[in-house]
T-cell receptor, first 115, second 110 residues
Framework: DTAVSQTPKYLVTQMGNDKSIKCEQN?????MYWYKQDSKKFLKIMFS???????INETVPNRFSPKSPDKAHLNLHINSLELGDSAVYFC??????????????FGAGTRLSVL | SQKIEQNSEALNIQEGKTATLTCNYT??????LQWYRQDPGRGPVFLLL?????KEKRKERLKVTFDTTLKQSLFHITASQPADSATYLC?????????FGKGTMLLVSP
């Protein structure tokens, strides 16, 4: 029973398209994250939600819009995809900031290729 | 600006030896420092955490040290095995964020 699951695992699409990635966690955590890992393997935070509220929004183009319907789900919608969006996107979850030790649990990643 | 530095070159060692990976940071006062392992095609997996007031932490064959004066953490794997081959990431915990280093790839040859 996967703790943090994201779909799809692979996403190949054309420039200009709109796509979504879904993430669900069954750990009972209050906080969820989206990270981008580029070709140089650098893992960079994009967004964080705590109990459905946005708490971290790094410098990310507004073509990226996260949505958290409930605290167990955090989806990422990307409009007008560009070549530079090609990367692996990871979802993660943890206990709320200030609670616990900040250990994060990651999904397996979604490899996005924009052609 | 805040920086986390890990050796970008892969570390190649022979099975049975001790692997030592380094994480240096600047302009941080982290509450915790964490180490994660990432295998190809997978997400990072938490290994160990060390608090700012702890010098050393151990878990089975893993040992982490944390020197807040030097602003450095060392991650050791003793009696290394080929199955330990992976990328190891250090991460520094602020209040609400966890910032990752770029990771060091470890290759353990039989």
């Amino acid at each position: 029973d996967t703790a943090v699951s994201q779909t799809p695992k692979y996403l190949v699409t054309q420039m200009g398209n709109d796509k979504s990635i879904k993430c669900e966690q069954n750990l009972g955590h209050d906080t969820m994250y989206w990270y981008k890992q580029d070709s140089k393997k650098f893992l960079k935070i994009m967004f964080s939600y705590n109990n459905k509220e946005l708490i971290i929004n790094e410098t990310v183009p507004n073509r990226f819009s996260p949505k958290s319907p409930d605290k167990a789900h955090l989806n990422l919608h990307i409009n007008s995809l560009e070549l530079g969006d090609s990367a692996v996107y990871f979802c993660a979850s943890s206990q709320a900031p200030g609670q616990g030790l900040g250990i994060q649990y990651f999904g397996a990643g979604t490899r996005l290729s924009v052609l | 600006s805040q920086k986390i530095e890990q050796n970008s070159e892969a570390l190649n060692i022979q099975e049975g030896k001790t692997a030592t990976l380094t994480c240096n940071y600047t302009n941080y006062s982290p509450a915790y420092l964490q180490w994660y392992r990432q295998d190809p095609g997978r997400g990072p997996v938490f290994l160990l955490l060390i608090r700012e007031n702890e010098k050393e932490k151990r878990k089975e064959r893993l040992k982490v040290t944390f020197d807040t004066t030097l602003k450095q953490s060392l991650f050791h794997i003793t009696a290394s095995q080929p199955a330990d081959s992976a990328t190891y990431l250090c991460a520094l915990k602020g209040y609400s964020t966890l910032t990752f280093g770029k990771g060091t790839m470890l290759l353990v040859s039989p």
